[in-house]
């Protein structure tokens, strides 16, 4: 019998992470496997609120603490209302973002405490943590030339901010390497695909689904 999987991608803005879930959730629903998609900030009414505050709500200003919490309970919701029940259905989830964003964001970069991050989330999710994240890689100033739209709240940050996202990525990637798997977001986005397709086949198939990369 199959068991249920909790998959998340994140990354730098830009990097492609909507374009591969949403590659490996078609992927996965053509050979018939139930998959729930989602996005952390957002993915229940109450996190599209949330989210939208987070990236547009420019008329507030909004402490790193404040901000941190805030994606902490847009998360706490989407665990509650989305991403237990699926589990409990015996479901794929792919989450495009989970925790690993806070503690790099507003720790790695915001100058939080990525512990103090660690031990909130572990509280905010009720301790569910993603069985595999994908983590994409691309420079900085290459993944701002991909972003063809207005920055929003987050992407304001300057050139400094983004160099400590990256470099917290690849710091966090490389302290649990059994949990995340750094990828080379540099190629076309069916490269990057295929990639990623060969860690969730393997992934899948270590939880007793059968699935054909
Ligand atoms: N491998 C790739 N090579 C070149 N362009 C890409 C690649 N993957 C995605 N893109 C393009 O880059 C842009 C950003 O991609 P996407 O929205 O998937 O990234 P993202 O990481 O989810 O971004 P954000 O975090 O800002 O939501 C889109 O225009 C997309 O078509
Ligand atoms: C979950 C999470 C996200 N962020 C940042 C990262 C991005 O700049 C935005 C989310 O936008 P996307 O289109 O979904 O990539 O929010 C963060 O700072 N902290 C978090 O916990």
């Known amino acids: 019998m199959p068991r249920p999987v909790f998959l998340s991608l994140d990354g730098l803005d830009g990097t492609g992470k909507s374009t591969q879930c949403r590659l490996l959730v078609e992927w996965l629903s053509a050979q018939k496997i139930p998959v729930t998609q989602c996005a952390d900030p ?17 008329e507030h200003t909004i402490a790193t603490t404040t901000e941190a919490l805030l994606f902490m309970a847009s998360r706490a919701q989407l665990v509650e209302e989305v991403i237990r029940p699926a589990l409990e259905r015996g479901e794929v989830v792919i989450s495009d973002r989970f925790l690993l964003a806070n503690v790099v964001y507003q720790g790695h970069a915001g100058g939080l405490s990525a512990d103090a991050l660690w031990q909130v989330g572990a509280f905010a999710t009720g301790g569910l943590e993603p069985d595999l994240t994908l983590v994409f890689d691309l420079p900085p100033d290459i993944a701002v030339t991909r972003r063809n739209r207005e920055a929003d709240r987050m992407e304001e940050r300057g050139a400094d901010y983004y160099a400590r996202v990256s470099t917290g990525f690849k710091y966090e990637a490389g302290m649990r390497p059994a949990k995340y798997r750094l990828i080379d977001a540099t190629p076309d986005a069916d490269a990057v695909q295929k990639v990623a397709r060969r860690e969730v086949s393997r992934l899948l198939s270590d939880h007793g689904w059968n699935v054909q990369e």
């Open 42 to 58: 957002g993915g229940t009414p109450l996190g599209q609120e949330l989210r939208k505050l987070l990236l547009f709500g420019r």
